[in-house]
């Protein structure tokens, strides 16, 4: 229940807002009637004649000696909080860590936000954006979905709410979850309004510490089974190794998958040479930063991680003074 002020001056009442008004329809968008759980018309509309409203503080009359009139003060509780304006979703990408890998208009959006709601992990490095009286809300890395819905609900209140993912939100982000949501619901496209607003993706951050290997046609394969069946992610390393995709693995390896990344490692041989150059980058432009170059052949020798990108090279890739360099064809292969 929201509080709400009405005042008057003299015999004059106060206009009320949108929320308040009686007669000729109450002023509201009746889909976000609905969606605030408003009770009232058919139409959706709050029937705010009907529902008599509860004082929180009683009506008082205030007077100023030697002024004319005077001015009525009562508080009152709401079926619903009037906000004034419709919602907006704003999907943030927030980049590999570091704030000045971070776009100005990513910055702004945070900032400047009612509610920002994100992976606990990425919104610890976002704290210097927040400004006071902002909702921070935080959830581990398994609710996704109860993020999403979170975000769309806060939305459909009117409030401007960012949802963080790191790197870009649109690649294995919160991009894609948040807008199926809204499928689902019934979005009519307009209300509340979705702005992407793109990061630095991880496989970029990766590739800019070790060189170049992504100066050619190249490709992003997450060996995450979680949502996509192993067989699946097989069939798609095997296209791109066969193909001479430089590829970047995601969710190289976890504490219960170990072994995705070794049969990652084995289709890969069968199509390229055991020295095939291979990065390994953990959180790329974070405090706790590790780079290694390495073979195709010794990958599975490695230590790697959630936090770790692996960039295999093509055929061509090659390493120069520690920098690993893709031809793009310029000087020939």
């Not at 970029?204 to 067989?231: K, N, Y």
Request: aromatic letters at 6%.
């Amino acid at each position: 229940m929201a509080s709400v002020l009405l005042c008057t001056r003299g015999s004059q009442r106060l206009p009320r807002p949108p929320s308040l008004r009686s007669g000729g329809g109450c002023g509201w968008d009746s889909q976000r009637c609905r969606s605030s759980g408003a009770q009232g018309s058919s139409t959706g509309c709050p029937n705010w004649e009907d529902q008599s409203p509860t004082l929180v503080v009683p009506k008082q009359v205030f007077r100023l000696p030697g002024e004319p009139g005077a001015v009525t003060v009562a508080i009152a509780q709401s079926v619903s909080e009037w906000i004034g304006h419709p919602g907006q979703l704003w999907l943030v990408g927030s980049g590999p860590g570091a704030l000045e890998q971070m776009t100005p208009a990513a910055q702004r959006a945070i900032t400047q936000a009612d509610v920002v709601i994100g992976y606990s992990l990425y919104l610890d490095l976002l704290k210097s954006r927040f400004r006071p009286g902002q909702i921070v809300e935080a959830s581990p890395i398994t609710q996704e979905r109860q993020r999403a819905q979170r975000a769309i609900g806060l939305a459909q209140w009117g409030l401007r709410v960012a949802v963080v993912s790191s790197g870009d939100a649109g690649i294995y982000g919160m991009a894609g979850l948040v807008l199926e949501e809204l499928r689902s619901q019934g979005w009519d496209g307009q209300t509340p309004s979705v702005q992407i607003f793109p990061g630095v993706s991880a496989l970029q951050a990766a590739a800019s510490r070790v060189g170049t290997p992504l100066m050619h046609d190249f490709c992003a394969i997450s060996l995450s089974d979680l949502l996509t069946p192993w067989e699946v992610i097989e069939k798609r390393l095997e296209a791109a190794a066969a193909a001479d995709f430089a590829t970047a693995l995601y969710n190289p390896r976890s504490q219960v998958r170990l072994e995705h990344l070794n049969r990652a490692q084995h289709i890969f041989l069968k199509h390229r040479d055991p020295e095939t150059p291979v990065a390994l980058v953990k959180a790329a432009y974070r405090a706790e930063e590790e780079t290694t170059l390495t073979t195709l052949a010794q990958l599975h020798t490695l230590p790697v991680d959630m936090l770790t990108t692996v960039i295999i090279g093509n055929r061509s890739t090659k390493v120069y003074h520690q920098w690993m360099i893709a031809p793009r064809g310029y000087l020939g292969f």
